[in-house]
């Protein structure tokens, strides 16, 4: 009887799931940061090609291209620069929240939730309002300011070195409130802020131009650049400060490095751009189920794909809002409030 068990146990036990190797997942993470610069690809073909006339992919390369094209100068001085701008703010926002979550240890981190972006609009509004800026050139400074005030008031309300996430949460969500009361305040009070501020105070990236695309790349860039060496003492850091110590990183010196890579980006998307939410909130999560939490990997696919998603928003945008067009920041709360409701009603789902 028992050699009988023996014999039929193995047949009736479910198989052993095998783990793919180590090398297998980095050839499969590989293969999709490749089909992600791809589908970036494509997008920013769709993002030129759409508009008051459409475009055909042969058209937006003659148009990028041929000097002689009759849709050349439409395509430089329209609707290139507003899909660099969207790129670039893409490549900003997703990282950033992916480097938010990571610093919180907080799966709501997000610097639209977390006010990280409230803090660079009220700083705007009040440089708007009081001292008459109304350049890209003067707003990212203040944006930058702002952002890295609101950074450290949050970690520092949350606790700090003893932040939970629920209470950096529960600061973020105070400030974020309090400092779009106070922009809305200044709108209402000051017509001509009013009508300086009312169309990128919701997202755009209408209003994008050759300059700005130019001015915003060196502040994204060397925020990409700073977010990316911090990728593998994060991932130390994530396991607690004091194996992080043990495995020779500095927590203290890593949180203030993510705090200027995080201003960095959110300053000068939200300056260039305005205050768009849910972009470094969703991307992230979505990727995770691929990436794990290995910044290494999860900071490169935001790069690719959040661009993805916000130029998806910005083309949605103008089909749905022709022949005048919604704002982008419009849309990506709406598609993003939606899919994130699905993802926790999912998550409900599967623990019940």
């Known amino acids: 009887m028992s050699q009988k068990t ?3 146990t193995p047949q009736q036990g479910k198989p052993a799931t095998q ?23 494509a997008f920013v073909v ?15 390369w003659h148009g990028l291209v041929d000097p002689d094209s009759p849709v050349y100068t439409v395509v430089h001085q329209l609707r290139l620069p507003r899909t660099l701008l969207g790129l670039l703010a893409g490549a900003a926002l997703g990282p950033a929240g992916a480097l938010m979550q990571a610093l919180t240890r907080n799966p709501l981190g997000d610097p639209g939730v977390l006010g990280i972006n ?15 800026v109304a350049t890209f050139s003067a707003f990212v400074w203040f944006a930058l300011i702002g952002a890295a005030a609101v950074a450290v008031l949050i970690y520092a309300v949350g606790g700090g070195r003893s932040a939970t996430p629920v209470r950096l949460a529960l600061a973020g969500a105070g400030l974020n409130a309090a400092l779009y ?12 802020s009013l009508d300086r501020l009312r169309f ?14 130019l001015k915003v790349l060196p502040f994204v860039v060397t925020g990409l650049v700073l977010a990316i060496a911090l990728a593998r003492p994060l991932n130390a850091v994530a396991l607690g400060d004091d194996v992080a110590r043990a495995l020779g990183s500095r927590p203290g010196l890593i949180r203030a490095g993510s705090i200027v890579a995080i201003t960095l980006l959110c300053g000068s998307a939200t300056a260039a751009c305005g205050p768009i939410v849910f972009v470094g909130l969703l991307v992230p ?35 749905l809002g022709s022949p005048g067009e919604l704002q982008a920041g419009v849309v ?3 598609l993003g409030g939606l899919l994130f409701l699905n993802l926790v009603h999912r998550g409900k789902a599967s623990a019940s």
């Open 285 to 319: 999560h979505l990727l995770r189920r691929l990436t794990g939490t290995d910044l290494r990997w999860l900071l490169p696919y935001c790069a690719l794909l959040a661009p993805v998603l916000l130029l998806g928003a910005d083309v949605l945008g103008r089909v």
């Open 46 to 60: 769709l993002s030129i090609g759409v508009g008051a006339r459409p475009l055909w992919p042969g058209e937006v």
């Open 19 to 41: 783990r793919p190797s180590p090398r297998s997942r980095r050839a499969l993470r590989a293969t999709g940061l490749v089909a992600s610069a791809a589908i970036l690809a």
């Open 332 to 334: 990506t709360a709406a």
């Open 181 to 192: 009361s106070y922009v809305t305040a200044l709108m209402l009070l000051d017509n001509a």
């Open 200 to 213: 990128w105070t919701v997202g755009t990236l209408a209003d994008a131009d050759p300059a700005t695309v």
């Open 118 to 132: 409230a803090g660079a609009s009220a700083a705007v509004a009040t440089a708007t309002a009081f001292l008459g």
């Open 6 to 8: 023996a014999e039929t």
